[in-house]
Each structure stands twice: as C-alpha cells, then as structure tokens.
C-alpha cells in the first residue's frame, strides 16, 4: 500500500511555474507507477503525467506535454510534478496517485490507480 500526500499548491500568475511534490509513504511506493491527475471546476479527473517505478519511463497528457515534468525520487518516497508556462486552464485540483500494479508502461486511467491523495489545489490567473 501507498499513502499519498500533495505538498505545494496555490496562486500563480500565467506564464509562471510551479513544483508539486508527493510523499508516498508505504513498502508498495518503489514498485508502483505514480502519476498525477487533475480536475477543473465542473469537469472530469483527466490524466496529466505519470512515470514507472523506475524512473526511466513517463507519460504525458498532450495538453502538458513540453510544459511539465514528472519525476520521482525512490529512496525518499516523493514525486514530483514541475510545472512550466503555465495557462488559466491549467487550474484545477491535483491529485497523486499510486497504481501498484507494476504495468511495463504508465497507465493513464483514473480506475487503475488504487491510492489517492487528498488533491492540492492550483490556480492560474491574473
């Protein structure tokens, strides 16, 4: 099992960046595709990156794509989301999430992941 937790969050104006960060406390976290998804006012919890247990491989959404980072720090339980160049439609709720099930390549659907924090909220705005 995996504990996530969102650290981070807030205002920001467009254009400018921001780091999320996750701690994951559990024996599951280093075998466990992490991933962050996101859900705007209104809409659906949409997939935004993800990155498999060992690190080498990550997945984006196309609209993050070139603007944002996943990466993951095993021996410490973190990931972590950069976020570049943001837009007003990047505001949205974030959430963590652990799949435990070890895929070859990062699954995107909100049903594979098992764990879920609580969200940390981001807003983009002038």
């Known amino acids: 099992q995996v504990y996530p937790v969102e650290l981070g969050g807030g205002w920001v104006q467009p254009g400018g960046s921001m780091t999320l960060s996750c701690t994951a406390p559990?024996?599951?976290?280093?075998?466990?595709?992490m991933a962050w998804f996101r859900q705007a006012p209104g809409a659906e919890r949409e997939f935004v990156a993800a990155?498999?247990?060992?690190?080498?491989?990550?997945s984006y959404a196309d609209s993050v794509k070139g603007r944002f980072r996943i990466s993951r720090d095993n021996p410490v339980n973190m990931v972590s989301l950069h976020m570049d160049s943001l837009k007003p439609e990047d505001t949205a709720v974030y959430y963590c999430?652990?799949?435990?099930?070890?895929?070859?390549?990062?699954?995107?659907?909100?049903?594979?992941?098992?764990?879920w924090g609580p969200g940390t909220r981001v807003t983009v705005s002038s």
């Open positions: 990155i498999g247990w060992s690190e080498r491989i990550t």
């Open positions: 999430a652990a799949d435990s099930a070890s895929t070859p390549v990062p699954r995107r659907a909100v049903n594979d992941y098992q764990y």
């Open positions: 559990g024996r599951s976290f280093g075998t466990s595709t």
